[in-house]
């Protein structure tokens, strides 16, 4: 399949412009003799130095985002860490702009979930706003992750290529969404009967003779983490295998220099993004699922850009051949940016790779103290302003801070507050309604007590509630066994949820013990499980609430799939929102869920 084009933005279409001069510049730069500065001569000599400026997981992440979210940690010089807050696309701009400054050879790329989880300003118009920003940063390519799958595949195709959405229909008199710059990569997404990938599979970036080949890939694993709908009539395949077939491929059409963008990732040993990952030997640092990704890719590929597991890391994971390959994350939410130094023979058309750690690459914070790019501040206000009446509107109250995706223990305060508010919910539609689960991939921010505009300490806007659950999932309740009940306990920390388990958030009166020294299903302990003080009894039937998402088996939970007599109700967002409304007041508002319906044994 051909590598897919796409209009190229102002930043390459100046050096397009700009070639002519460049060129008669390269003839004098090749003339200067040996002693001359080595960044001349690299300039257009047999070695050119490319960057490649990386990103991931930004999420539709276009204001800064708050609380622990919207933070990185940095180690210091003394081995103590800091926390630094980070992100906003207007600083990301900043950012990326000035990180090209005298680098006429840069190429910008993401490794997927650039959209899909976004908070309101975002998600409110189907990513449209994200794909602008994007386009003004001059990305130039990226991967597609499992969250771009999140409307189903024919909305991707209208965000690839741009379109009124088929019904919400266009959000500004006069003016179409013109879709992305930029092309998505799916190596190995393809259709169920065509059996072609359902958007191109690679690209290439040429500059001055220079080429670099860009593969794309999800983890093959996106069906069980993406609602059914989105992923109907796709299959996707194993990692590896797809991009070894496409570096085939590409080295078979003369281009040797080769980056994988793939939206997998890892756990790092430490969550400071300037920590030595490669201590005390390469790669030593990360495990997880693209560590043995990385060992398997062909030594065709010269480099991984890597995501989803929203860490930061820059490691060097030898390839099959023992050659130092780097792999790198940068966090998530546009906190941070990958700078990787590719080291170009013009004479071989490969990428330099020694013994010693190259191509170089180290992760910077997108600081909030610089200065912000205007245009993406005029951005901002256009959509927030569109977006103001609905976002503003205050729904609740709160007495501190409830962190949920920046939580630090598997049982998330805010997870709590969900499952709650779906019992409560859930019990107005059927009062035999007895407990309820919540996935902790669902929940996507935090509460923060401190006013983010002018509503006020303690206030929740609707806006805020909308980063927390931004998918549009329904409320299903299912019967299940007592013994199915337990099976999906277990199935959080066994079968693919073994290597990074994945803690439902359970509603208040269901009680139990982890213990994390035993493997596999093992690790619940049974005879713990309780449902208001009383055992669960496994041939007993329960009335269970949870998100459409894990109501279809979603996140590895078959056993919550497998519900009998269900019923469909309304949106999870306004579920939320009315319980914080009926639930709390200026003079009596919430208080952080205490978190401790799971004990949990180390």
Known sequence: ?????????????AALAGAATLATAGALIAALPAGASPDTRHAQGRYQDVQLLSFNDLHGNLEPPTGSSGQVTERQADGTTKKIDAGGVEY???????ARKGHPYSVTAAAGDLIGGS????????DEPTVEALNKLDLDVTGVGNHEFDEGSAELARIQNGGCHPKDGCYEDGRTFEGADYPYLAANVTDEKTGKPILAPYWVWKQHGVKVGFIGVTLEGTPN?????????????????????????LDKQGVKSIVALIHEGGAPASDAYNYDCDSPGAGDGISGPIVDIAKGITPKVDALVT?????AYVCTVPDPAGNPRMVTS????????????????????????????SPTSANHVVSRTQEKALDMTALLGKWSKLAAPVSGRSIGHISGDIPGRGATTPEEPLGDLIADAQLSYAKSLDPKTSLALMNPGGVRSDLVFKASGSEGDGVVTYGEAFAVQPFGNTVNLVDL?????????????????????KILQPSAGLTYTLDMKKTGAARVLVDTVKLNGAAIDPAATYRVAMNSFLAGG?????????????????DDLKAFSEYLTANSSAANPIAPPAANRITILK
Do not use: C, W
Not at 92 to 98: E, H, V
Not at 307 to 311: L, S
Not at 554 to 570: I, T
């Open 92 to 98: 990301l701009a900043t950012s990326l702009r000035t």
């Open 119 to 126: 908070p309101l300003v975002s998600g409110l118009f189907h």
């Open 225 to 249: 983490i993406v609602s059914a709908d989105g992923v109907k009539g796709l299959k996707f395949h194993d990692e590896i295998e797809t991009v070894n077939k496409y570096a085939k491929i």
């Open 1 to 13: 399949m051909p590598a897919q084009t796409h209009r190229p933005g102002r930043r390459v279409r």
């Open 307 to 311: 995501g989803h597991t929203h860490q």
């Open 330 to 357: 940068a966090s998530s939410y546009g906190k941070l940016y990958t700078d990787t130094t590719l080291t170009y023979d013009r004479r071989t058309k490969d990428i330099v790779r020694t013994s010693v750690k």
């Open 481 to 501: 066994t007592g013994a199915q009940v337990i099976e999906a306990l277990q199935q959080q920390v066994s079968g693919g949820n073994q290597a990074s388990p």
């Open 554 to 570: 979603g996140d590895g939970f078959a056993a919550l799939g497998a519900g009998k007599n269900p019923l469909v109700g309304g």
